[in-house]
T-cell receptor
Framework: AQKITQTQPGMFVQEKEAVTLDCTYD???????LFWYKQPSSGEMIFLIY??????QNATEGRYSLNFQKARKSANLVISASQLGDSAMYFC???????????FGTGTRLTVIP | GAVVSQHPSRVICKSGTSVKIECRSL??????MFWYRQFPKQSLMLMAT?????????EQGVEKDKFLINHASLTLSTLTVTSAHPEDSSFYIC????????????FGSGTQLSVL
């Protein structure tokens, strides 16, 4: 079974609007971490936001917030006030306790329309 | 924040040659480094986990004799693609972590390998 599922291959959003990128995960580990990375066309992976499984509050980092719904096993990324520079691939990832590596979803390509 | 430097960013080589890619942690000691491969428009697939001073752990289906990994120091891991073939053409990206647990990993900028 896929550990990370991103069901939106592509998304469009108008500049200055908010957009939600979906991510669901699958794990039996009670302790895990969820991550979102941005990958522009240049290729580097840019860390955006992190949510720990025991965190009581949803993580926020500037214009990025993570809508963490533990019972539904979802960790959607919300980008507010979209900018043209937000156009990129976005990957959701999970790291389980005892496993050092990240499991990545298939990504969502976000295009911000002027 | 922590920085991981990966070099070269792009390499073109002839079939049959070997290519070395370096991954350095610049301001922290990376006990563990990860090597990923990414085909166009696809996700990152973990190839191997490299721990300083010990042999790398390869994921299923990854040929350890083809993709040689060396993690000789706490700041440097190298991936050598031996006898490269066109099907090895891909984007290779490393990441580094300081300790076990749930800290975020830091990624290098990636290497685009093209084998002619």
């Amino acid at each position: 079974a896929q550990k990370i599922t991103q069901t939106q291959p592509g998304m469009f959003v108008q500049e200055k609007e908010a957009v939600t990128l979906d991510c669901t995960y699958d794990t039996s580990d009670p302790s895990y971490g969820l991550f979102w990375y941005k990958q522009p066309s240049s290729g580097e992976m840019i860390f955006l936001i992190y949510q720990g499984s025991y965190d009581q509050q949803n993580a926020t980092e500037g214009r990025y917030s993570l809508n963490f719904q533990k019972a539904r096993k979802s960790a959607n990324l919300v980008i507010s006030a979209s900018q043209l520079g937000d156009s990129a691939m976005y990957f959701c990832a999970m790291r389980e306790t005892g496993a050092n590596n990240l499991f990545f979803g298939t990504g969502t390509r976000l295009t911000v329309i002027p | 924040g922590a920085v991981v430097s990966q070099h070269p960013s792009r390499v073109i080589c002839k079939s049959g040659t070997s290519v070395k890619i370096e991954c350095r942690s610049l301001d922290f000691q990376a006990t563990t480094m990860f090597w990923y491969r990414q085909f166009p428009k696809q996700s990152l697939m973990l190839m191997a986990t490299s721990n300083e001073g010990s042999k790398a752990t390869y994921e299923q289906g990854v040929e350890k004799d083809k993709f040689l990994i060396n993690h000789a120091s706490l700041t440097l891991s190298t991936l050598t693609v031996t006898s490269a073939h066109p099907e090895d053409s891909s984007f290779y990206i490393c990441s580094a972590g300081a300790l076990g647990g749930l800290e975020k990993l830091f990624f290098g900028s990636g290497t685009q390998l093209s084998v002619l």
